[in-house]
């Protein structure tokens, strides 16, 4: 009889450690997508930002070129 018990307690502490494993798998995964998640979003402001300036300053000059790098990063921000 306690040995059957002692399988059963041996089990449930092996599923539960292998649960643990798995969620701390996930965690990792889950931080790592984050992370390449905002970098994204720095990369897009910064794209939306210089594609402002370089249409601004085609158009008005170096305050376009100021005023276009605000508009861009802004709207990209937004999108």
């Known amino acids: 009889m306690s040995l059957g018990l002692i399988d059963v307690g041996t089990r449930s502490k ?3 450690m292998a649960s643990l494993s798995a969620l701390s798998n996930q965690e990792q995964e889950r931080k790592s997508t984050n992370k390449q998640l905002k970098n994204q979003y ?9 594609s402002g300036a370089t249409i601004g300053g085609t158009v008005a000059g170096p305050w376009g070129m ?5 508009i861009g990063g802004l709207a990209a921000s937004f999108a």
């Open 42 to 50: 720095k990369q897009g402001i910064a794209s939306g930002m210089a």
């Open 14 to 16: 092996e599923n539960s």
């Open 66 to 70: 100021a005023a276009g790098a605000v």
